[in-house]
């Protein structure tokens, strides 16, 4: 597909834009839920993509930190649960609702990342003409990795596993080991069809056999919190799997009959799939995404730094 062709079908999806949605909103009315997931590890809720915590005698540890104007309202919650220091910041990926207070936590703690979300963080990002500046100083991550990475905090493994061209080009799941929690990020929207970042580097394909190879290595009785959704169980996740392999399918198999996009919009999906198109990505949202996802080439978005 030629880019000028999928940015104007990006285009049509502003409503999947994160950012907009940061800048529509009211931060003052957020309030941030403390859910506790299991053992010394919490979720907590707040706006933007579920924050992980791990508390214990070493500290804080957080995954993913919302928007920079929730930065207090986040440390006030963290101290609710321990008066430990906060060690280190796991972003999950790029995006502006996960990394946001960055800069703000960046200056008491290690932010860790996969490559390629420091590459889009220090580049900055126009996600359907949606603009994030570039970051800089505290909000970068200092330790970045290329597959993996495992910190040993709080008693336990915790093991940051990078899952190639998943939700972007850096996602990463975070295995909390003698907890029995994993946070997904974005490559989990629980119960709802997915926003999945193609211009960043992200696969529909890819989110699925990502969300498969983690379903094969967690046991039954884990606790899956996702980027975005209430804390769920590994038959929730489950759940999901199955909806991206069984619409998937759907759309791949009219692409063969040599349906339009239009067509198959227009077709629609069966109605078990109703519900999951009530988040922000809706129906016809989520059959365009898969359609590009499957007629693009593998993605070969090359990250635009100024040092190319
Ligand atoms: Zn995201």
């Known amino acids: 597909m030629k880019r000028a062709t999928c940015v104007r079908l990006l285009a049509g999806l502003a409503l999947m834009s994160l950012p907009a949605m940061a800048q529509q909103q009211d931060f003052s009315k957020v309030e941030i839920k403390v859910i506790p997931a299991a053992g010394n590890i919490y979720m907590l ?10 508390a214990g005698s070493d500290g804080i540890l957080i995954i993913d930190d919302q928007f920079a104007p929730l930065a207090e309202k986040i440390r006030a919650a963290l101290k609710g649960i321990n008066q430990g220091k906060l060690k280190f910041v796991l972003n999950t990926h790029f995006h502006a609702d996960h990394t946001g207070g ?33 970051m800089t100083g505290p909000g970068l991550p200092v330790v970045t990795f290329q597959d993996s990475v495992t910190v040993y905090f709080n008693g336990e493994e915790i093991r940051v596993i990078h899952y190639p061209h998943g939700h972007t080009d850096g996602d990463s799941v975070i295995f909390f080991t003698k907890s029995n929690v994993v946070h997904m990020g974005d490559d989990f929207f629980a119960g709802r069809f997915p926003f999945v970042d193609l211009e960043s580097g992200g696969s529909v394909q890819g989110v699925t056999a990502g969300v498969e190879k983690v379903l094969a290595q967690i046991p039954a009785d884990a606790k899956v919190i996702p980027g975005h959704g209430p804390l769920s169980t590994v038959n929730d996740l489950k759940a999901y799997h199955h909806m991206l392999v069984a619409t998937t399918a759907i759309v791949q198999k009219q692409i063969k009959a040599k349906k339009t996009l239009a067509q198959i919009k227009a077709a629609g999906l069966p109605a078990e799939w109703k519900e999951w198109g009530s988040g922000f990505i809706k129906t016809d949202d989520w059959i365009e995404t898969i359609y590009n996802s499957l007629t693009q080439k593998m993605p070969d978005h090359p990250v635009n730094t100024k040092h190319h």
Not at 45 to 54: D, K, R, T, Y
Not at 117 to 129: E, F, Q, W, Y
């Open 45 to 54: 809720e707040g706006a933007g993509g579920n924050i992980g915590v791990s």
């Open 102 to 134: 960055n800069p703000d936590f960046g200056t008491e703690a290690t932010i860790v990342a996969q490559d390629n979300v420091r590459k889009r963080l220090a580049a900055g990002s126009d996600i359907h003409g949606l603009k994030t500046p570039p």
